[in-house]
């Protein structure tokens, strides 16, 4: 069974809820530059590039060409594992609150189980592989270290 973090946007009811899968994006791990893009994820798509050219930059300079080559393995690793926790961090800081988790074997039975669960007014059901986090919990897990994190590190959320 796969989790899925529910999103709600801003503005709007959580009927138009943003569902991200919780797992590797294969995607972001080969073109990460174009999968933060698609995703309308500017700051990061350009940091990327910025890194990517550093480290080709260094690739270029003798004796630094095995280097170069693991530090590019090790960060399109770190960015498929991450994608799409950084994609949750940056829908935190546009205003979008985290309703709850959902598990569930595909997209199509967590969509039915996140309506049924929202309008049937239960909230989200805490499952134990996958902690429900309120708004606070939240804003305060990246900055004092003493709330979980989803993915191998915590991001501030806004405060």
């Known amino acids: 069974?796969?989790?899925?973090?529910?999103?709600?946007?801003?503005?709007?009811?959580?009927?138009?809820?943003?569902?991200?899968?919780d797992g590797f994006a294969f995607l972001a791990f080969i073109i990460p530059f174009f999968w933060f893009l698609w995703h309308r994820m500017w700051l990061e798509a350009f940091a990327v590039l910025a890194v990517a050219l550093l480290l080709g930059a260094l690739g270029s300079i003798e004796g630094w060409s095995a280097t170069s080559t693991v530090a590019s393995l090790c960060l399109s690793l770190f960015l498929g594992l991450e994608a799409r926790n950084l994609r949750a961090a940056m829908l935190r800081r546009r205003g979008w609150r985290q309703w709850g988790v959902v598990e569930a074997d595909n997209r199509s039975d967590a969509?039915?189980?996140?309506?049924?669960?929202?309008?049937a007014g239960s909230g989200p059901?805490?499952?134990?592989?996958?902690?429900?986090?309120?708004?606070?919990?939240?804003?305060?897990?990246?900055?004092?270290?003493n709330g979980p994190a989803l993915g191998l590190f915590t991001y501030p959320g806004a405060g």
Not at 1 to 21: D, H, I, K, T
Not at 128 to 139: E, F, G, H, T, W
């Open 1 to 21: 069974m796969a989790s899925y973090v529910v999103m709600e946007p801003p503005q709007e009811g959580p009927e138009n809820a943003l569902l991200l899968r």
């Open 111 to 119: 969509e039915t189980r996140f309506m049924a669960e929202l309008f």
């Open 125 to 145: 059901a805490p499952t134990p592989s996958a902690p429900v986090l309120s708004d606070a919990a939240v804003r305060g897990a990246g900055r004092e270290g």
